[in-house]
């Protein structure tokens, strides 16, 4: 079993920074992804950026590449994401996602993935 805590949401306005945290515990294997994913009201859940486990890796959403980072550390098994020049239309429930012991080649899909957070919510004011 795979646990995933999910950290950093918050109120900002425009063009602020937020770092969101992902502790993974559990049963991890080097074959493993990590996504995050996000949920606005009304719509439906979508994915926005995903890291090999092995760190190998990155993939990013086209509204958020440039502005999204992802990364992780491997002595506390943290993956963050890097959130700067947020917008009103990154507001969403933020959701950490992860596979581990098989590769997930579409990361896009939420399906593939095997464990879940409880989620964080991001709002972001104009």
């Known amino acids: 079993q795979v646990q995933l805590v999910e950290s950093g949401g918050g109120l900002v306005q425009a063009g602020d920074s937020l770092r969101l945290t992902c502790a993974v515990s559990g049963r991890t294997s080097s074959s493993g992804t990590v996504g995050w994913f996000r949920r606005a009201p009304g719509k439906e859940r979508e994915f926005v950026s995903a890291?090999?486990?092995?760190?190998?890796?990155?993939y990013y959403t086209d509204s958020v590449k440039g502005r999204f980072t992802i990364s992780r550390e491997n002595a506390k098994n943290t993956v963050y994401l890097q959130m700067n020049s947020l917008k009103p239309e990154d507001t969403a429930e933020y959701y950490c996602?992860?596979?581990?012991?098989?590769?997930?080649?579409?990361?896009?899909?939420?399906?593939?993935?095997?464990?879940w957070g409880q989620g964080t919510q991001v709002t972001v004011s104009s």
């Open positions: 890291i090999r486990w092995s760190g190998s890796s990155t």
């Open positions: 996602a992860a596979g581990f012991g098989h590769t997930i080649v579409i990361v896009g899909t939420p399906r593939a993935y095997d464990y």
